[in-house]
Nanobody, 114 residues
Framework: QVQLVESGGGLVQPGESLSLSCVVS????????MAWYRQAPGKQREVVAK???????NYADSVKGRFTISRDNDKNTVSLRMNSLKPEDTGVYYC????????WGQGTQITVSS
């Protein structure tokens, strides 16, 4: 059964850091290009970070230099390290394939507020 389980969210103050993790139950995970998505309140879901099967990564301009995406193909996990968090980073974060998205997981809420 294909499944995506995100964890690691929470309430933090501006400037703090958080790490997210996603366990991905999908065949041939090591061949999948994966991404972290963010859905801010009242906005559409957007890609904030992507990582390709070879390990190359790419980031939205809004998070470049602050977020780092990584993957562990042995553990079928995708992680997102978020530093210097800003209030505009608030939202629900999801992981999924970059293309041909799977059924969405429950996501994990990040709230950045003083």
């Amino acid at each position: 059964q294909v499944q995506l389980v995100e964890s690691g969210g929470g309430l933090v103050q501006p400037g703090e850091s958080l790490s997210l993790s996603c366990v991905v139950s999908v065949p041939f995970f090591n061949m999948q290009s994966m991404a972290w998505y963010r859905q801010a309140p009242g906005k559409q879901r957007e890609v904030v970070a992507k990582i390709f099967s070879g390990g190359t990564s790419n980031y939205a301009d809004s998070v470049k230099g602050r977020f780092t995406i990584s993957r562990d193909n042995d553990k079928n996990t995708v992680s997102l390290r978020m530093n210097s968090l800003k209030p505009e980073d608030t939202g629900v974060y999801y992981c999924n394939r970059l293309a041909k998205v799977l059924d969405w997981g429950q996501g994990t809420q990040i709230t950045v507020s003083s």
